[in-house]
């Protein structure tokens, strides 16, 4: 079972730029899809990308296509997420999440379809 914890939260304003990591642990990355999500208190929670386990593709909702970016260097067992231009909208907490090993599907949308959780990381951005 891979243990995730996700850092890099903070506040940042209107129209920077925040990068945040998850680390993996008890397990190497590179055999699991990941998710990003977020969520603000009140409302579900909300897929911001994904990034495939074979060739690292990667999908984004509209709202953040074009700004947020995935990236993942398994030889330090991590997942980014590059937020960029963020907007007071973007205020969350941000999960990652794996999907259980050897999916290779191209992405994975749904929250129910991932099966480990980091324990977030808060991000507050002010205009």
């Known amino acids: 079972q891979v243990n995730l914890v996700e850092s890099g939260g903070g506040s940042v304003q209107a129209g920077g730029s925040r990068r945040l990591s998850c680390t993996a642990s008890?397990?190497?990355?590179?055999?699991?899809?990941v998710g990003w999500f977020r969520q603000v208190p009140g409302k579900e929670r909300e897929l911001v990308g994904s990034?495939?386990?074979?060739?690292?593709?990667?999908y984004y909702p509209y709202a953040v296509k074009g700004r947020f970016t995935i990236s993942r260097d398994n030889s330090k067992n991590t997942i980014y997420l590059q937020m960029n231009s963020l907007k007071p909208e973007d205020t969350a907490v941000y999960f990652c999440?794996?999907?259980?090993?050897?999916?290779?599907?191209?992405?994975?949308?749904?929250?129910?379809?991932?099966?480990?959780w980091g324990p977030g990381t808060q991000v507050t951005v002010s205009s």
């Open positions: 999440a794996a999907r259980r090993p050897y999916s290779d599907a191209a992405y994975y949308t749904e929250e129910r379809l991932y099966d480990y």
């Open positions: 008890g397990g190497s990355i590179s055999f699991y899809a």
């Open positions: 990034i495939s386990r074979l060739d690292s593709s990667t």
